[in-house]
């Protein structure tokens, strides 16, 4: 089967935050589901999709049947290795601006002759797809892909600054959250 191919099959739409960590992990995520008879839908930005391509060649992101690759504009179109400045406008990017697009990709899959979207698998620190979920009345899964001890860490935050702890200190620098 292909990706444009109609059936019953359930459809997971898997949308990591566009950092390699986080795409590594959801990638695995999105294999085991796929392996299991999911259609995937394993969605980049631009600037991700398009380093992948510059630095893996085009058939990198060529798929499987039933497990597609796509992307949505974040507004980073360079294939160079992500800078400081850039780090700091996709954080940006990702918490104000990929939810219209994401949402026009939905629609797309949805009019397409493939699989209707089933649920969405979103990476924790990807909260856009919440809303846009909710509004077309699909479910969306959140997944955490941080190691163990950072989403411990995450849990213990407010204990940690409680204790003077963090922010951490060093007599170089005082390192900020």
């Known amino acids: 089967m292909d990706c444009s191919a109609r059936s019953e099959q359930p ?16 990638l695995q995520l999105a294999k085991l589901l796929h392996c ?18 510059a630095t893996s060649g085009p058939s990198s992101l060529a798929g499987l049947p ?17 800078n400081g400045e850039e780090i700091a406008s996709l954080c ?10 994401f949402r026009e ?15 969405i698998v979103s990476d924790t620190f990807s909260s856009y797809t919440l809303e846009v979920a909710a509004d077309l009345g699909i479910p969306d ?9 950072s989403f411990w860490g995450f849990f213990k935050y407010e204990e940690l600054m409680e204790k003077g702890i963090i922010p951490l ?3 170089y620098m005082i390192i900020k959250w």
Do not use: W
């Not at 690759?69 to 179109?77: E, K, T, V």
């Not at 990709?105 to 649920?119: A, H, I, T």
């Open 11 to 26: 459809h997971a739409v898997c949308v990591p935050t566009p950092a390699q960590g986080h795409m590594n992990a959801m």
């Open 36 to 53: 299991r008879g999911f259609h995937i839908t394993f969605v980049h930005t631009d600037s991700t999709y398009n380093r992948i391509l």
């Open 66 to 82: 039933g497990f597609c690759f796509d992307a949505i504009p974040d507004g980073l179109q360079s294939s160079d290795p992500i």
């Open 92 to 101: 940006d990017t990702v918490r104000n601006s990929l939810a219209k697009p």
């Open 105 to 119: 990709l939905l629609k797309r899959l949805n009019e397409s002759r493939g699989p209707k979207v089933s649920c």
């Open 141 to 149: 899964v959140s997944f955490c892909s941080v190691s163990a001890c």
């Open 169 to 171: 200190k060093s007599k």
